[in-house]
């Protein structure tokens, strides 16, 4: 069954973003001050496209693993390695993805910006890269983003972004 799991991973995100992408044809879209095609509903269109692309490149290399034949002693050492069925990181980031999003309105998009990259930077960033120095600099870039993103939607493209305590 270990064998199928990216292809079944990849099938099942792949029609998540189906589902996603169709739906973001259901926003009410905004223009961004001018008659053009930044309109509201683009960025969840181009998420929604970019996830199937991932998710069907994942399918493809599940196919080709499938297909594969598999030496006994490198089954038995892949799957000896590993004690989770997915890895930590990925389950963490998810969480993290989930805690963003539910509390994106109630506090707001630049402070969960910020904190959301911090908390990505501390998953995925490397034991021997951890630091105070790193943590700094991570969150200096955060800020500045943060702020650029907030001031483009706003000002440049006339679109609301959640405030939250700020606002």
Not at 3 to 17: H, N, P, R, S
Not at 134 to 157: D, N
Request: proline letters at 5%; hydrophobic letters at 55%.
């Amino acid at each position: 069954m270990k064998k199928y799991g990216e292809l079944i991973g990849g099938i099942a995100v792949f029609m998540i973003a189906a589902v996603y992408f169709w739906m973001a044809f259901g926003i009410k879209q905004f223009n961004a001050g001018q008659p053009g095609i930044i309109t509201s509903d683009i960025m969840p269109k181009i998420y929604g496209a970019a996830v199937m692309l991932l998710s069907a490149i994942l399918i493809f290399r599940g196919i080709r693993e499938v297909k594969a034949p598999v030496e006994p002693e490198a089954r038995e050492t892949s799957e000896s390695k590993r004690k989770f069925p997915v890895e930590p990181e990925i389950l963490l980031t998810f969480l993290l993805l989930v805690v963003y999003v539910a509390l994106l309105q109630t506090v707001g998009f630049v402070i969960m910006s910020i904190l959301f990259v911090l908390g990505l930077s501390g998953i995925l960033l490397p034991a021997e890269k951890r630091g105070m120095n790193s943590y700094l600099l991570i969150l200096v870039v955060a800020v500045i983003f943060t702020v650029a993103i907030t001031a483009i939607f706003v000002k440049g493209f006339n679109l609301t972004l959640p405030m939250g305590l700020l606002g």
